[in-house]
């Protein structure tokens, strides 16, 4: 049996002695995760200091806060999440119990990626546990100090037999994609994001996609463009540029990019001084791999601000690209890195074209004072989620499902998304052995008479309010219950 194969069937093994299902193991194993990251706070952030040159500060505000937050909603909300939840009946089942029972899937597969290594992978961990699953977990390999110290690290914290984390690169991953899961949770680009959904359908096990793309970014002139090209400045060079949900590119009217260059430009010093190589809050980029594939990028547009680079260091300045045509390399796939295009548009109307005429975004931005701008931006356009004046920010709000559509992914997760796209809402109606008659209109022989009834029971639609209805239902089924017994039996 190999790594991957033990891991699974140790998973399922637990799974199967119930324990996970226990709402106050679920707790526990809740806790002891946030345990990890008050403790090991300064462990992860050397790692990921060393993974991506994020700073401590850095690694706290834009990946664990967050996992923190999660987890505390989880801990408080758990008993109501996991409580079943009643329904609306209608005549014919008036008299019964009719709720939705979320239940466990069983043993899940989160498959995290590198750039922001802990969120996307703890994430999906909380939604597992929460939910009552067993989950295998594979941290990016992209990462090399991150996966190791989450290797070491949960299986001090959480039941290492329920929750095995397991290591390695595409080999090993495919090893795991051979299993039997019963749910799989990917986090990386769309071509792989398809790999894994061909290996899923082997054993019809379902997936939740957490993928990339080009987000569009539209800035509208009747907008404070200083403030706009702060909040875009931000979105874009966190983390290097190496965000899903980062702005891509700009679009906005020719009239207006010479100042937003400025404007963005002005912020890149505000935030990363006058050489951004040396602050502490500028990331580089992952390895030399992508520093070739992002370099590669600029060769046929126009720099207008940054575009120094150090291979060694994997360090690209952050840069501005001016008056990009639609045919440019930087233009043909997700930049994921410190490149910032800007093509001109004629206006919204352009802007909605060429948003339309692209993979629908993960996520999409229009900034801009007036409300008619934004309202058709939201009505004629799709995306995984939509923003105005602001970037980034909807992640961190847990209240909002967060995931893709179409080309961006499926499914959606975060807070109570994350429970529920990680369970089975079991559809449960609890009925008693009583009321017969009312069953007879269902029982063969069918009659025209039988038949009227039915029509009556189910496409009745009386809007009474709630009580009204309840007490005018209640009526109405004893009223039926004995016209069905004296006169259809
Ligand atoms: P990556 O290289 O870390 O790959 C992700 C995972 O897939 C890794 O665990 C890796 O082992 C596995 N993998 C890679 N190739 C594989 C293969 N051929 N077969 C099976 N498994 C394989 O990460 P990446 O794909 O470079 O991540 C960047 C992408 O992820 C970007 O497109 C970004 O937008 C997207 N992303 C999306 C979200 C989101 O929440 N929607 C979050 C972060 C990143």
């Known amino acids: ?66 996992l923190e937050g999660e987890i505390n909603l989880a801990i408080k909300k758990l008993k109501e999440w996991a409580a079943p939840r009643p329904v609306e009946k209608n005549l014919l089942t008036i008299s019964d119990t009719v709720y939705i029972q979320p239940e466990p899937l069983g043993v899940v597969l989160i498959i995290g990626a590198w750039n922001y290594p802990w969120a996307v992978t703890i994430q999906p961990l909380i939604g597992a546990i929460a939910a009552g699953n067993a989950a295998v977990i594979k941290p990016s390999e992209v990462c090399v100090h991150t996966a190791k110290v989450m ?213 999409l931005y229009v900034f801009s004072s007036d409300d008619k701008v934004i309202k058709r931006m939201k009505e004629e356009t799709s995306s995984g989620g939509l923003l105005a004046n602001d970037c980034l920010v909807h992640y961190s709000v847990s209240s909002l499902p967060f995931g893709g559509v179409g080309n961006s992914g499926m499914g959606c997760y975060h807070g109570k998304f994350s429970f529920d796209q990680l369970s089975h809402l079991r559809g449960c109606l609890i009925k008693q052995l009583k009321m017969e008659g009312v069953n007879s209109m269902r029982y063969p022989p069918h009659t025209a008479k039988k038949l009227g009834w039915a029509r009556f029971f189910i496409l009745q639609n009386v809007d009474l309010g709630w009580i009204g209805r309840m007490a005018f239902l209640a009526v109405l089924a004893v009223v039926a219950a004995v016209a069905l017994q004296n006169y259809l039996l």
């Open 151 to 363: 290797e070491e690290l949960l299986p001090i914290y959480i039941d290492k037999e329920l929750y095995p984390v397991v290591t390695g690169g595409v080999s090993e991953t495919q090893e795991l994609l051979r299993q039997k899961f019963d749910h799989i949770f990917y986090t990386g680009n769309s071509m792989v994001g398809k790999v894994i959904m061909e290996a899923a359908a082997k054993h019809l096990t379902p997936v939740t996609l957490e993928l990339g793309g080009k987000s569009p970014c539209y800035i509208d002139k009747n907008c404070d463009i200083s403030i706009a090209c702060r909040r875009v400045t931000w979105g874009k060079y966190t983390n290097c540029g190496q965000t899903c949900i980062a702005p891509d590119y700009i679009l906005c009217e020719p009239s207006i990019q010479d100042q937003v260059i400025e404007e963005v430009k002005k912020s890149i010093k505000e935030f990363y001084t006058d050489n951004p190589k040396t602050c502490p809050d500028y990331g580089r980029v992952i390895n030399q791999r992508h520093f070739k594939r992002v370099m590669n990028m600029l060769e046929d547009s126009t720099i207008a601000v940054g575009g120094d680079n150090d291979e060694s260091d994997c360090y690209i300045a952050p840069t501005v690209l001016r008056d990009v045509k639609p045919e440019a390399k930087v233009m043909q796939e997700e930049i994921f890195g410190p490149l910032l295009p800007i093509l001109s548009v004629s206006g919204l109307d352009e802007a909605i074209k060429f948003i339309n005429k692209g993979e629908k975004p993960l996520a």
């Open 1 to 66: 049996m190999s790594r991957e194969q033990q891991a699974v069937a140790r998973a399922r093994k637990a799974f199967e002695t119930g324990r996970s299902k226990c709402l106050e193991h679920r707790i526990r194993q809740l806790k002891n995760l946030q345990r990890l990251f008050i403790e090991k706070q300064s462990v992860i952030s050397d790692a990921v200091k060393k993974d991506l040159n994020k700073s401590e500060v850095g690694t706290q505000l834009y990946e664990t806060l967050g």
